[in-house]
């Protein structure tokens, strides 16, 4: 029973292109999240949706986009890939945004490698 | 501002020996929570621990504990006969004050990578 999952965990693909990567939490969440991790380990918020509403939009080039069906699940795809996008991406979520016992829980996160 | 310093960024011990994560934070918030996450060399970010601003008591965990110290700004975490299975990059987290909607984002340190050698 995964809490947090996310597809693929791997990508490896050529400069240019547009690719998307899919989450899905089954912890009744109302609060998702997505955050690049560099090589160097450092984590950075994307972005933040509660009940399907974008909340958190950080400095992230308008390549990024991510969508959220619904409350349960929330995808990113990217446009026009380029090298320095290569990182590994974590989707989570949280019960909630507003509070701060909001305990964010991890996916496992997708390689994405820019060739 | 808001920010959390990890001082150690690699940490190397033999199993067995007891080792400290050192974690110092500075918020403008009287309210604040703060976490520790393990991430592993499998990759995944696992939970770990959650302590509110209002609770210094330390939290013991099996091997791990964790001291609070609201003087020091402080929120260091121990682990006590350290394993191989403890080899992972460990962070500390704080919650920003809310921001616009009263959402609040987590403020990360930079991680410190614990190395256990047999």
């Known amino acids: 029973d995964t809490a947090v999952s996310q597809t693929p965990k791997y990508l490896v693909t050529q400069m240019g292109n547009d690719k998307s990567i899919k989450c899905e939490q089954n912890?009744?969440?109302?609060?998702m999240y997505w955050y690049k991790q560099d090589s160097k380990k450092f984590l950075k918020i994307m972005f933040s949706?509660?009940?399907?509403?974008?909340?958190i939009n950080e400095t992230v080039p308008n390549r990024f986009s991510p969508k959220s069906p619904d409350k349960a699940h929330l995808n990113l795809h990217i446009n026009s890939l380029e090298l320095g996008d290569s990182a590994v991406y974590f989707c989570?979520?949280?019960?909630?945004?507003?509070?701060?016992?909001?305990?964010?829980?991890f996916g496992p996160g997708t390689r994405l490698t820019v060739l | 501002a808001q920010k959390v310093t990890q001082a150690q960024t690699e940490i190397s011990v033999v199993e067995k020996e007891d080792v400290t994560l050192d974690c110092v934070y500075e918020t403008r918030d009287t309210t604040y929570y703060l976490f520790w996450y393990k991430q592993p060399p499998s990759g995944e970010l696992v939970f770990l621990i959650r302590?509110?601003?209002?609770d210094e008591q330390n939290e013991i965990s099996g091997r791990y504990s964790w001291n609070f110290q609201k003087s020091t700004s402080s929120f260091n975490f121990t682990i006590t006969a350290s394993q191989v299975v403890d080899s992972a990059v460990y962070f500390c987290?704080?919650?920003?004050?809310?921001?616009?909607?009263?959402?609040?984002?987590?403020?990360w340190g930079l991680g410190t990578s614990l190395a256990v050698n047999p």
């Open positions: 989570a979520s949280s019960q909630g945004s507003s509070t701060a016992t909001d305990t964010q829980y």
């Open positions: 987290a704080l919650s920003e004050p809310p921001g616009a909607g009263n959402n609040r984002k987590l403020i």
């Open positions: 949706y509660n009940n399907k509403e974008l909340i």
């Open positions: 302590r509110n601003s209002f």
């Open positions: 912890l009744g969440h109302d609060t």
